[in-house]
């Protein structure tokens, strides 16, 4: 996984994060490539994709519990980490 944390640059308040997920050769089962926008505000993980800007699409309703919970658990982390490098 991979992702990218967005925050306002008035506020520094986070905004969410752009993720994109896939498995390892090799890993079973295999997950194709996905990329997400998960909002700060709700959590839900939505669809994203890049047109002239960054567009979130809905709510991802056919995630996998597998990938969801590991976006989730994730981004806790990442987000735990960029709090602590700003204090």
Do not use: C
Not at 11 to 16: K, N, P, Q, Y
Not at 49 to 56: D, H, I, P
């Amino acid at each position: 996984m991979s992702g990218q944390l967005y925050t306002s640059v008035q506020t520094g308040a986070i905004l969410g994060w752009l993720v994109i997920t896939r498995t390892e050769r090799g890993v079973m089962p295999p997950l194709n490539p996905k990329m997400h926008w998960v909002s700060k505000e709700d959590g839900k993980l939505r669809g994203a994709k890049f047109g002239a800007s960054l567009q979130s699409l809905d709510e991802d309703t056919e995630v996998g519990p597998h990938r969801a919970d590991f976006i989730t658990a994730t981004l806790a982390t990442w987000e735990q980490e960029y709090l602590e490098t700003k204090s």
